[in-house]
């Protein structure tokens, strides 16, 4: 069973970094695509971003591109996030998710079959 | 596009049947999965793939797409049903993850 657990600060000061880390057990992390997701107080889901360590691929939203990074420790099996310049609008659950799927025909198809339980960070001057 | 859009808010009935729709360009080229969240709760995959769903899910969800629309379809929806519902895919050049905004389901 793949169990995901993202840990860091629960309160950062504006203008700094946040940064997050997501455990995994039961998964490789260089095995899937990890992603980081969010969910503001009072709004929908957004995606921040993947990684996909084995072919080095990394996409980030256009929107939070110029903000974030997100690395892997294999030797951790932990995928991390940082956000720099962070204002009140950064504030919300930070969720890390296991992509699942598969290739056929020349299509892809892919999900979110494994998250974590969240981690609640508030931006605060 | 780089949009998906669904209804803020929709009710059903206590075993009442409900569809909840995302719509987007893209979904003409990707395939949708559905989560839904609870209050307090992380997502969780309630359809996927084709029309498929994880172990657990009840068979009262079920999924369908049609050009730019897709649906997740609640046969018989139940008190635990109420939640936040999303659906996911990719944009028009497959290069990034999006959501729609949300559906708040409320069961009466």
């Known amino acids: 069973q793949v169990q995901l657990r993202e840990s860091g600060p629960g309160l950062v000061k504006t203008s700094e970094t946040l940064s997050l880390t997501c455990s995994v057990s039961?998964?490789?992390?260089?095995?899937?695509?990890w992603h980081w997701i969010r969910r503001p107080p009072g709004k929908g889901l957004e995606w921040i971003g993947h990684?996909?360590?084995?072919?080095?691929?990394?996409k980030y939203n256009p929107a939070l591109k110029s903000r974030v990074t997100m690395s892997v420790d294999t030797s951790k099996n932990q995928v991390s996030l940082n956000l720099r310049s962070l204002t009140a609008e950064d504030t919300a659950v930070y969720y890390c998710?296991?992509?699942?799927?598969?290739?056929?025909?020349?299509?892809?198809?892919?999900?979110?079959?494994?998250w974590g339980q969240g981690t609640l960070v508030h931006v605060s001057s | 596009s780089s949009e998906l859009t669904q209804d803020p808010a929709v009710s059903v009935a206590l075993g009442q049947t409900v569809r909840i729709t995302c719509q987007g360009d893209?979904?003409?080229?990707?395939?949708v999965s559905w989560y839904q969240q609870r209050p307090g709760q992380a997502p969780m995959l309630v359809m996927y793939?084709?029309?498929d769903r994880p172990s657990g899910i009840p068979d009262r969800f079920s999924g369908s797409t049609s050009g730019n629309t897709a649906s997740l379809t609640i046969t018989g929806a139940q008190a635990e049903d109420e939640a936040d519902y999303y659906c996911?895919?990719?944009?028009?050049?497959?290069?990034?993850?999006?959501f729609g905004g949300g559906t708040k389901l409320t069961v009466l």
């Open positions: 998710a296991k992509w699942d799927g598969y290739c056929a025909n020349g299509v892809c198809y892919h999900w979110f079959d494994s």
């Open positions: 039961g998964a490789s992390i260089s095995r899937y695509f």
């Open positions: 990684i996909y360590y084995s072919e080095g691929s990394i």
């Open positions: 893209s979904l003409r080229t990707f395939y």
């Open positions: 793939d084709k029309n």
């Open positions: 996911n895919s990719r944009d028009s050049s497959g290069n990034h993850v999006i």
